[in-house]
């Protein structure tokens, strides 16, 4: 089946009678997760309300994510469950949105006939005409990136809460040779630093306690000669009790001027994830990183001596091809060093169009998987030593809710990230508390008096995109 492209100008957005539902499923980063709130609030405006019940809604659609194959595998296995829907109302419009959305046409030949509409990161702006085509039975595909589109005007919808993401950014221009993000989602553009900021103070006077402004590489932001480091500054004076966090550094573009910056003020979190992929120059040469292990030594040597109670997170891949047990071993060296407090750890997985696609994916699985455990058994135990140096002290923690575990405690972060476990004692969610720490394990702080049996409840499971 060939779908027909569709021009969206020539659909007429007809006035709902009542208001249809939108029920929308996001895989991976947290940039699909702000993309999201930019799709409900496009279709908001056109009369749609989000359900979370995937049986009563009108339009099913899934944001999805193409950085591994396997984040792949789950939106292909979910789309099943969407086709059975659509078997019990033929009415219902499937949707697939964002990353995935180029290749997947070639997917749609195997799934069938069932998916509707196939609608690019760039191109969510003609969702509502899309879905009034499918309507009249039209299927349509809008799969086009753009050099532009930042979709800077549109407020996200974002329900009531302490924590807002914020792009600041789309697409990517590093073009690290593993990567499908320029592919998919484009090259880089920054929004307007003003509309960055009315949007925080907005978020600001709805009661948000803390923000995250996200991009594939928030130190490229650029806006009429203001950079990263300039906005941070200007954001974080906007209301000084909010937290601010950012995601994600290149160990490329991380200046002295934004190190500064981070640690001139209380409330810019001492919190950086900085992605270093491998410990070995010659892997990152052919990842096409542009830093060799050495750069990214004396980068948090810097960072630290700015910031000494700054808290680490990276990226590691493992298997990348011609990897050898050489390179894994100066991996696994890095990490002892720099003793970051914890690692998302992937398996490489070829991803087509990429540089590396043409490389021979010469790691055998079994070694990848055993690479891969070695790297989280060490991560694991760095972490609980850097947890362990916390006992005893008191952090600042900001209270985000109930904790999963137990009814009569709470969970909330330290400006560091960590989660902590801490009694309720009447404490109201959203306000700041200095809890002093008795014991910890490798992925969460325990305040006195909570559960024992929560010592052993937390693993860190490495993330998936
Ligand atoms: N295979 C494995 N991991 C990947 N990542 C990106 N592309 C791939 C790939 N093809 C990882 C990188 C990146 C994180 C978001 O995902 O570590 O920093
Ligand atoms: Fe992908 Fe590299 Fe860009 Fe990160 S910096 S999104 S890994 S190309």
Same mark, same amino acid.
Request: hydrophobic share 35%; charged share 25%; with cysteine.
């Given at each position: 089946?060939?779908?027909?492209?569709?021009?969206?100008?020539d659909i007429?957005?007809?006035?709902?009678?009542?208001?249809r539902?939108?029920?929308?499923?996001?895989?991976?980063?947290?940039? =699909?997760?702000?993309?999201?709130?930019?799709?409900?609030?496009?279709?908001?405006?056109?009369?749609?309300?989000?359900?979370?019940?995937?049986?009563?809604?009108?339009?099913?659609?899934?944001?999805?994510?193409?950085?591994?194959?396997?984040?792949?595998?789950?939106?292909?296995?979910?789309?099943?469950?969407?086709?059975h829907?659509?078997?019990?109302?033929?009415?219902?419009?499937?949707?697939?949105?964002?990353?995935?959305?180029?290749?997947?046409?070639?997917?749609?030949?195997v799934?069938?006939?069932?998916?509707?509409?196939?609608?690019?990161?760039?191109?969510?702006?003609?969702?509502?005409?899309?879905?009034?085509?499918?309507?009249?039975?039209?299927?349509?595909i809008?799969?086009?990136l753009?050099?532009?589109?930042?979709?800077?005007?549109?407020?996200?919808?974002?329900?009531?809460?302490?924590?807002a993401?914020?792009?600041?950014?789309r697409?990517?221009?590093?073009?690290?040779?593993?990567?499908?993000?320029?592919?998919?989602?484009?090259?880089?553009?920054?929004r307007?630093?003003?509309?960055?900021?009315?949007?925080?103070?907005?978020?600001?006077?709805?009661?948000?306690?803390?923000?995250?402004?996200?991009?594939?590489?928030?130190?490229?932001?650029?806006?009429?000669?203001?950079?990263?480091?300039?906005?941070?500054?200007?954001?974080s004076?906007?209301?000084?009790?909010?937290?601010?966090?950012?995601?994600?550094?290149?160990?490329?573009?991380?200046?002295?001027?934004?190190?500064?910056?981070?640690?001139?003020?209380?409330?810019?979190?001492?919190?950086?994830?900085?992605?270093?992929?491998?410990?070995?120059?010659?892997?990152?040469?052919?990842?096409?990183?542009?830093?060799?292990?050495?750069?990214?030594?004396?980068?948090?040597?810097?960072?630290k001596?700015?910031?000494?109670?700054?808290?680490?997170?990276t990226?590691?891949?493992?298997?990348?091809?011609?990897?050898?047990?050489?390179?894994?071993?100066?991996t696994?060296?890095?990490?002892?060093?720099i003793?970051?407090?914890g690692?998302?750890?992937?398996?490489?997985?070829?991803?087509?169009?990429?540089?590396?696609? =043409?490389?021979?994916?010469?790691?055998?699985?079994?070694?990848?998987?055993?690479?891969?455990?070695?790297?989280?058994?060490?991560?694991?135990?760095?972490?609980?030593?850097?947890?362990?140096?916390?006992?005893?002290?008191?952090?600042?923690?900001?209270?985000?809710?109930?904790?999963?575990?137990?009814?009569?405690?709470?969970?909330?972060?330290?400006?560091t990230?960590?989660?902590?476990?801490?009694?309720?004692?009447?404490?109201?969610?959203?306000?700041?508390?200095?809890?002093?720490?008795?014991?910890?394990?490798?992925?969460?702080?325990?305040?006195?008096?909570?559960?024992?049996i929560?010592?052993?409840?937390?693993?860190?499971?490495?993330?998936?995109?």
């Amino acid at each position: 089946m060939c779908l027909p492209l569709f021009h969206y100008h020539d659909i007429p957005i007809r006035p709902m009678q009542t208001k249809r539902r939108v029920y929308i499923e996001t895989y991976g980063c947290q940039m =699909n997760e702000a993309d999201t709130e930019i799709v409900v609030s496009i279709l908001q405006s056109t009369g749609y309300v989000r359900t979370d019940k995937l049986s009563t809604a009108d339009v099913l659609l899934v944001n999805t994510c193409a950085v591994r194959e396997n984040a792949e595998q789950r939106v292909i296995g979910r789309l099943g469950d969407f086709n059975h829907q659509k078997k019990i109302n033929p009415n219902v419009i499937v949707g697939v949105l964002g990353c995935m959305a180029k290749h997947i046409r070639n997917d749609i030949m195997v799934m069938g006939d069932f998916i509707d509409l196939i609608v690019g990161p760039d191109e969510y702006r003609k969702l509502p005409a899309l879905i009034e085509s499918a309507l009249e039975g039209e299927k349509g595909i809008a799969v086009k990136l753009s050099r532009v589109e930042n979709y800077d005007g549109i407020t996200p919808f974002r329900t009531d809460g302490l924590s807002a993401w914020i792009s600041i950014m789309r697409g990517c221009d590093k073009f690290c040779s593993f990567c499908v993000v320029p592919f998919t989602r484009g090259r880089e553009r920054s929004r307007t630093l003003s509309n960055i900021i009315k949007e925080v103070e907005y978020l600001s006077s709805r009661g948000f306690k803390e923000i995250t402004l996200l991009g594939q590489n928030v130190n490229s932001y650029n806006d009429n000669k203001c950079d990263f480091a300039d906005l941070l500054l200007m954001v974080s004076g906007i209301n000084e009790k909010m937290r601010i966090r950012f995601m994600t550094s290149h160990p490329q573009d991380m200046s002295e001027k934004l190190i500064e910056a981070i640690a001139s003020r209380e409330n810019i979190c001492n919190y950086i994830h900085l992605p270093v992929q491998s410990g070995s120059d010659r892997i990152l040469n052919l990842m096409n990183r542009n830093y060799s292990a050495d750069h990214y030594r004396n980068l948090v040597k810097r960072i630290k001596k700015a910031i000494p109670t700054v808290s680490l997170s990276t990226d590691i891949i493992t298997g990348f091809p011609t990897e050898t047990e050489e390179d894994h071993v100066k991996t696994l060296d890095l990490l002892k060093e720099i003793r970051f407090d914890g690692a998302f750890t992937f398996k490489y997985s070829p991803r087509e169009n990429t540089k590396a696609w =043409n490389m021979n994916d010469d790691v055998q699985e079994e070694e990848k998987v055993r690479r891969l455990c070695e790297i989280i058994d060490l991560q694991r135990s760095i972490s609980l030593i850097q947890n362990k140096a916390i006992v005893g002290q008191t952090v600042e923690v900001l209270i985000e809710g109930p904790s999963k575990k137990s009814g009569a405690d709470y969970c909330g972060r330290t400006d560091t990230n960590k989660m902590v476990i801490f009694p309720k004692n009447g404490d109201l969610i959203g306000e700041y508390k200095n809890i002093h720490i008795e014991r910890v394990n490798s992925a969460t702080l325990f305040g006195a008096n909570t559960l024992k049996i929560l010592e052993q409840a937390h693993v860190n499971i490495p993330q998936e995109g």
